[in-house]
């Protein structure tokens, strides 16, 4: 029986060919048999086009229904997705398509020139807009609608996903069938997933939230998405009525706390709410529990392993916590030497499991060094158990302060100062400086209306940390930078306060 993860999707819609399985935001419906019908399309193009089992497809484009089609065509004929993130500029662009070699490059038509440029005459390039259109729509519509989905081995890789590079060189996570399957099966049962389902989908899908973990639950069990081309908080509210479970990183929350029309009765149909990508603030916990009686389920995952913890469907969801390791997943909190630490310690997080990517491409001896020697993967992220099993992250690994030789961790100081008053959000960051190696600097911002002073900041936090902890320099700005995922991005703010 093939490993192929879209014979999992198959079995899933074909039984009923005729059910919804996507509707637009401006109402365009897709049925079943138009999935297997332009999947099947989209996976014989790229045959037509030169690419064999193995090869790279490397995709740049706005988010569209012939998006989802496209990664799905590219899983049948056993080629290897790369997603591309729709912000990369010429410099990061030239980097992947040099690493990953792709047979065939899709992006938007505004960037044809450069991807032809920069790839050389060594691919393929076609383009797709966010309506759908572009000579890749093109010459699929002069195709037959049918292909037999490639047998696939469960190590065969599927997708390749590369990582930010904000610490140095971009890794590109090597995804197997296996991984993406093993982990679809524990969320849909984990999360409750039925075909009774509609998801509601705002998120990019360049990156795992939104092209594995959103859309993977909806077409394993048979539910509807709500495909949203971005997050405009009049269309989710418009659409929650209809809508049983949303998917968002925390700024999409926070937005729709924004909305004076955002209560109990918008979201009376939804039965759960899923946060990720970026860590959920407590305050936002609280204030969308108080709303709307549900508690936001913050779960914790990576380009490298897809989800690996999450608060449970049908028990206590803690503010702060990322959950318990799902069915499946060893995680491990560590030493520096790969010795599991007891509850309570502070420590790296390492994790085990079929979910666990295949390694990193093309970087053998990258791949060697983050794996220990029973197996386990380091996360690079920081965080501790407690006494009934939740884990809290702390942080990155990169964004441990080291000064004066004590150890501080930023997710202690931001939970300290964003419980202060006038304080909407803060990231903590370590400040080169004379003697003690690294100076804890906080970057703050304000809530409307507020007159935040540093100073007086500084000294509220003197009267609960210890003093190496208490930042030296507190910066109050309008906003944070953060990615396309809704991450602080702290190696900016280091580059911009570090001076």
Known sequence: ???????????????????????????????????????????????????????????????????????????????????????????????????????????????????????????????????????????????????????????????????????????????????????????????????????LHALPVFHIHGLFVANHCVLLSGGKLLWHRKFDANLVLRDLARATVMMGVPTFYTRLLAERGFDREACRGVRLFVSGSAPLQLETFKAFHTRTGQSILERYGMSEAGMICSNPLNAERRGGSVGFPLPGVSVRVADDHDRPLGRGEVGGIQIKGENVFAGYWRMPDKTREEFTADGYFRTGDIGTLDADGYLCLVGRATDLIISGGYNVYPKEIELALDALPGVTESAVIGIPHPDFGEAVAAVVVARKDAELDPAALIAELKKNLANYKVPKQVYVVDDLPRNAMGKVQKALLRERYGK
């Open 1 to 199: 029986m093939t490993a192929n993860f879209y014979a999992a999707v198959a079995a899933a819609i074909d039984s009923r060919p005729e059910r919804p399985v996507l509707e637009t935001d401006d109402g365009k419906t897709y049925i079943g048999a138009d999935l297997a019908r332009e999947s099947a399309r989209f996976a014989r193009l790229m045959v037509e086009a030169g690419a064999v089992r193995g090869d790279r497809i490397a995709v740049q484009v706005d988010k569209s229904p012939a998006c989802l089609f496209l990664y799905l065509g590219c899983l049948r004929a056993g080629l290897v997705y790369l997603p591309l993130n729709t912000a990369y500029q010429r410099g990061e662009l030239s980097y992947f398509l040099k690493d990953a070699r792709p047979r065939v490059v899709v992006c938007r038509p505004q960037s044809f020139e450069l991807m032809r440029e920069i790839s050389a005459g060594r691919a393929t390039v076609f383009t797709l807009d966010e309506e759908g259109r572009g000579s890749l729509a093109d010459a699929a519509t002069a195709v037959a609608g049918e292909f037999a989905t490639l047998d696939s081995a469960p190590d065969d890789l599927a997708v390749i996903i590369y990582t930010s590079g904000t610490t140095g060189r971009s890794k590109g996570a090597m995804v197997t069938h296996r991984n993406l399957l093993s982990n679809a099966r524990v969320l849909v049962d984990y999360w409750g997933f039925s075909d009774r389902d509609v998801l």
